[in-house]
């Protein structure tokens, strides 16, 4: 096998050099502004669909990428999985940090309490918790849809970043976070329709992180 | 909001009878040996592809399951978002564990000595420790080709599920590995041509693991 096979900084810039090739052959311009997300999501799920799926409010990119730039940001993920796919050396330079309450058992006993899911209970947990921390959602829309009611409510998130998967209120939720976040200038990045997952929200978040960090460039991550 | 909407049971089941539908609709026959695994892919995924990319290796279901419902089975992933997507409940109930070298720092230190990628000396570090484990391999193909190497040298997998996802390497990593499952009769679960990932690795694990526990209705996993 050839040495650029094996090196993973080489096969991650190979990719990403097929894939942006195959995105103008297939006629799928994205703005430059979210290339990098986009990119980085087609990387991780090989379907080109993310080029029309994933819509972005206003300056989102920019927004985010400013609130992960200041130490002290949180990512709070739906799953242990997302979270899991965080980069840990991005969030290191940046001083920032990723959680995950899914598994406390705190959240199991308020979810049965209250008939919510505990990816409901989760959301209420991380906005008492914190002012105004990142929301990476990829697998409940019932997660979005309590963010939702939180926002309503008054409470500004720093940053959504909706996609989650499914065939069950998954696209209805997705839209009105949408027009929520337009309505109020809340940076979004969403997968609309049913497509999504954890492996997505990981994705969007390191493309954000890596242009926060200024390590897009995959030999500066520091496993080459 | 309807109660079937906030219970994660009733979403799932909801969920299940909406793709089952909608791949008779597609014509998309699945063999029904097959259809717990197809049917949590594309649950994970939304992507209905996969009931036309996953193949199977002959008994390759009944093969898994046999060796998940002996106590001591070992799954391993190449990443720890796999792993974190692998049901505790059902490990549990059946006494198997899931485990990722990935981030041990002798991982990373015998990469850089041999030239190899981490996912590589993670194959390496199992297949040493494990005389059968099976190993779940969703991200990197240079995983799928070490233990191509491994299996042409005697190591005997107890399964193999390789949905790696990329454009470098990975459609022909999974054609080696298919056709030298086939002629081992090593069961193997594979994802052709580009598609997969880390989530798709948990799915396909989930579904053996629920089949084997008998946990196949949400409300048995216990967190309805």
Redesign the interface.
């Known amino acids: 096998?050839e040495q650029e096979?094996?090196?993973?900084a080489d096969?991650e810039r190979?990719?990403m050099n097929?894939?942006t090739a195959e995105m103008e052959q297939r006629g799928l311009a994205v703005p430059e502004e979210y290339a990098p997300v986009v990119k980085r999501v087609i990387?991780?799920?090989?379907?080109f669909d993310y080029a029309e799926n994933l819509v972005f409010t206003d300056h989102a990119v920019e927004m985010a990428v400013r609130y992960f730039q200041k130490p002290g940001s949180v990512i709070l993920t739906d799953?242990?999985?997302?979270?899991?796919?965080i980069s840990r050396p991005a969030l290191e330079k940046l001083q920032g940090q990723v959680d995950c309450f899914m598994a406390l058992p705190e959240i199991?006993e308020k979810a049965r309490a209250e008939?919510?899911?505990?990816a409901?209970a989760s959301v209420d947990y991380g906005t008492a918790l914190y002012e105004d921390a990142a929301f990476a959602v990829g697998n409940a829309p019932?997660a979005l849809?309590r963010l939702a009611e939180h926002i309503q409510n008054g409470y500004r998130p720093a940053l959504v970043i909706g996609v989650p998967?499914?065939?069950?209120?998954?696209v209805e939720a997705k839209e009105q976070m949408l027009s929520l976040c337009r309505s109020l200038n809340i940076p979004a990045v969403l997968a609309m329709?049913?497509?999504?997952?954890?492996?997505v929200a990981?994705a969007v978040c390191n493309a954000l992180l890596y242009t926060a960090a200024e390590m897009l460039d995959p030999a500066d991550r520091g496993?080459n």
């Open positions: 096998m096979h094996t090196r993973p096969i190979n990719s097929i894939l990387h991780a799920t090989a379907d799953t242990n999985m997302a979270r899991a796919g199991a008939g919510i899911t505990r409901a019932t849809l998967v499914g065939f069950v209120n998954v329709g049913r497509k999504g997952g954890s492996n990981a496993w």
